[in-house]
């Protein structure tokens, strides 16, 4: 990490002397390149001073603490353990605040997503707990000034979802559910359960970045559009006008469907934004799963079929598996109030990367130290 930090603070000693000694530059791209990458690498660099600083900090601590027990100084001495407590405790905080600094953010984390929600095992119970979960992102969502936009929705007679798709639109959208990909599991007594038995259902969810046309090129000769009447709610709309469009990508053999608006071009927009971000998704999983170093880099593997969580009403507990956290307030998480376990989920994500990030650079010393060694000794001929 050293090593790292190092080359880190040399190159912000390069941009910030190249920015200073140019009031403006004729490469006016390249300027603001340098402008940005400076601002994007002074936090960390900034922290590891802070670190570095603290750590001095803590052995002039220690060495006044050997000095006043050698001369039985107990006052000074005192005061030198109580200022170490501190001093170490800020390191790990700023240690921390590094960690989450240095490991490259994700790419998606600043574009709006496509969650789909879809019921499992469990029947019309699965379908209700996809209502609640719907509901939960919901308020999830507008508590951090995200807009939701319902793509596709197959409700059911209990106030459930049989599925149910939206996008979540807002500044970082993709950093607070980009972890909520994967399969919920609810344990509780179902609602239409006569006998009090403790029932399991499953819900799957997938979380998707909104995809443009620069991420993913489709031909319209690829495309074959339906249109037929919606179904559903919608009073004398439903079954009137053709409304409600589907559109398949003969590629692939993927197809998406949009029946919430009124209007069939709103429907074909919402439709097309849906097909891009299930293309994309598809290319990065194919991608993904030939990379080695995937379960390295993700927590969790980010498979849909992965169980994450575990919603325990009885014991009125949240779990999630992949880091091993557990909550005890159901109630309030379910209106909503996921702030403390997506923060857990970044910090954890963080804490990952960063341990590639060191690995990378073990490998890159290690692959270097071989080069040079083999370049210094002679070739037998």
Same mark, same amino acid.
């Given at each position: 990490?050293?090593d790292?930090l190092?080359?880190?603070?040399?190159r912000?000693?390069?941009?910030?002397?190249?920015l200073?000694?140019?009031?403006?530059?004729?490469?006016g791209?390249?300027?603001?390149?340098?402008?940005?990458?400076?601002s994007?690498?002074?936090?960390?660099?900034e922290?590891?001073?802070?670190?570095?600083?603290?750590?001095?900090?803590?052995? !002039?601590?220690?060495e006044?603490?050997?000095?006043?027990?050698?001369? +039985?100084d107990?006052?000074?001495?005192?005061?030198?353990?109580?200022?170490?407590?501190r001093?170490?405790?800020?390191?790990v905080?700023?240690? +921390?605040?590094?960690r989450?600094?240095i490991? &490259?953010?994700? &790419?998606? @984390?600043?574009?709006n997503v496509?969650? @789909?929600?879809?019921?499992?095992?469990?029947?019309?119970?699965?379908a209700?707990?996809?209502?609640?979960?719907?509901?939960?992102y919901?308020?999830?969502?507008?508590a951090?000034?995200?807009?939701?936009e319902?793509?596709?929705?197959? &409700?059911?007679?209990?106030?459930?979802?049989?599925?149910?798709?939206?996008?979540?639109?807002?500044?970082?959208a993709?950093?607070f559910?980009?972890?909520?990909?994967?399969?919920?599991? *609810?344990?509780r *007594?179902?609602?239409? #359960? !006569?006998?009090?038995?403790?029932?399991?259902?499953?819900?799957?969810?997938?979380?998707?970045?909104?995809?443009?046309?620069?991420?993913?090129?489709i031909? #319209?000769?690829?495309?074959?559009?339906?249109?037929?009447h919606?179904?559903?709610?919608?009073?004398?709309?439903?079954?009137?006008?053709d409304?409600?469009?589907?559109?398949?990508?003969i590629? $692939?053999?993927?197809?998406v469907?949009?029946?919430?608006?009124?209007?069939q071009?709103?429907?074909?927009?919402?439709a097309?934004?849906?097909?891009?971000?299930?293309?994309?998704?598809?290319?990065?999983?194919?991608?993904?799963?030939?990379?080695?170093?995937?379960?390295?880099?993700?927590?969790?593997?980010?498979?849909?079929?992965?169980?994450?969580r $575990?919603?325990?009403? &009885?014991?009125?507990?949240?779990?999630?598996?992949?880091i091993?956290?557990?909550?005890?307030?159901?109630? %309030?998480?379910?209106?909503?109030?996921?702030?403390?376990?997506?923060?857990?989920?970044?910090?954890e994500?963080a804490?990952?990367e960063?341990?590639?990030?060191?690995d990378?650079?073990?490998? !890159?010393?290690?692959?270097? $130290?071989? %080069?040079?060694?083999?370049?210094?000794?002679?070739?037998?001929?």
């Amino acid at each position: 990490m050293l090593d790292y930090l190092e080359k880190l603070e040399a190159r912000y000693n390069q941009l910030e002397a190249r920015l200073c000694a140019e009031a403006s530059s004729s490469d006016g791209e390249g300027y603001l390149a340098a402008i940005k990458e400076l601002s994007d690498i002074k936090p960390a660099v900034e922290l590891a001073r802070r670190m570095k600083a603290i750590e001095s900090d803590i052995a !002039s601590a220690r060495e006044i603490e050997r000095d006043a027990s050698d001369k +039985k100084d107990d006052n000074l001495a005192a005061l030198a353990v109580e200022e170490l407590s501190r001093l170490e405790s800020e390191l790990v905080k700023v240690q +921390k605040a590094l960690r989450l600094a240095i490991a &490259p953010p994700d &790419p998606s @984390e600043s574009k709006n997503v496509i969650v @789909e929600i879809r019921a499992g095992a469990g029947g019309e119970e699965a379908a209700i707990f996809v209502g609640e979960l719907f509901r939960m992102y919901t308020r999830f969502a507008a508590a951090h000034g995200h807009e939701v936009e319902i793509f596709d929705s197959n &409700p059911t007679d209990l106030n459930g979802f049989k599925e149910v798709i939206f996008m979540v639109k807002g500044p970082k959208a993709g950093k607070f559910f980009r972890f909520e990909s994967g399969v919920h599991r *609810v344990q509780r *007594v179902p609602a239409t #359960e !006569s006998s009090g038995r403790i029932h399991t259902s499953t819900v799957s969810v997938a979380v998707m970045p909104e995809a443009d046309d620069v991420d993913i090129r489709i031909d #319209e000769k690829d495309l074959r559009i339906d249109k037929y009447h919606a179904s559903g709610a919608g009073g004398q709309h439903v079954n009137k006008t053709d409304s409600a469009v589907r559109i398949t990508h003969i590629p $692939t053999g993927l197809a998406v469907a949009c029946q919430e608006d009124r209007s069939q071009i709103k429907n074909r927009a919402k439709a097309m934004k849906l097909l891009r971000a299930r293309l994309l998704d598809a290319a990065q999983s194919r991608k993904e799963s030939a990379r080695a170093d995937l379960r390295k880099k993700q927590i969790g593997t980010g498979d849909r079929s992965e169980k994450i969580r $575990t919603y325990n009403f &009885p014991q009125n507990r949240l779990t999630d598996h992949r880091i091993n956290f557990s909550v005890h307030n159901l109630p %309030a998480i379910m209106e909503g109030a996921l702030d403390a376990l997506v923060e857990k989920l970044v910090v954890e994500a963080a804490a990952a990367e960063f341990a590639r990030l060191e690995d990378d650079l073990k490998s !890159s010393s290690a692959a270097g $130290t071989a %080069a040079m060694t083999k370049a210094a000794i002679p070739s037998k001929k």
